[in-house]
C-alpha cells in the first residue's frame, strides 16, 4: 500500500474509534440516571482503577505503552465523568460528586 492508502485506514479507523467514544460516553449517561435514582456519588474511585487496569492489561498484552493506555483510560473516563456531571447537574444538583467510602482513597491515588 502507498502512503496515502495507509493514512486513508488510519483516518478510517480514527472515525470508528471516535464513534465508539460517543456510544461510551452515552452508556456513561445511562449509568448517570441510575446514580440519580439509586441517590450514588458521580464518581467511584475503585471502578476508575478498574478501569485503568484493564486499559493497561489489554494494551500491553497487544504490545501497547502502559503509559499510553493509562493516558487513554484517563481521558475517557474524564469525558465519562463530565457527560454524567451535566446530566446528573440537570437532574439532581445535590448528589456528592466522590463517595464517602472513595474520599479517603482519593489523596493516595495516582489515578
Known amino acids: 500500500m502507498d ?11 480514527d472515525s ?5 467514544i ?3 460516553t452515552a452508556l456513561a449517561e445511562e449509568i448517570a440516571k441510575v ?12 471502578v476508575e482503577k478498574k478501569v485503568i487496569t484493564r486499559y493497561i492489561d489489554e494494551g500491553v498484552s ?6 499510553t493506555m493509562k493516558t487513554v483510560a484517563s481521558a475517557l473516563i474524564t ?9 446528573m447537574n440537570e437532574d439532581s444538583g445535590n448528589l456528592p460528586a466522590i463517595g464517602n467510602a472513595d474520599r479517603q482513597h482519593l489523596a493516595d491515588d495516582n489515578i
Open 3 to 13: 502512503l496515502e492508502t495507509l493514512r486513508e485506514e488510519i483516518r478510517k479507523k
Open 16 to 20: 470508528m474509534i471516535i464513534e465508539l
Open 22 to 24: 460517543a456510544e461510551r
Open 35 to 46: 446514580k440519580i435514582e439509586t441517590n450514588e456519588p458521580l464518581r467511584n474511585l475503585e
Open 62 to 67: 497487544k504490545g501497547l505503552s502502559a503509559d
Open 79 to 87: 469525558e465519562a465523568v463530565e457527560s454524567e456531571s451535566r446530566l
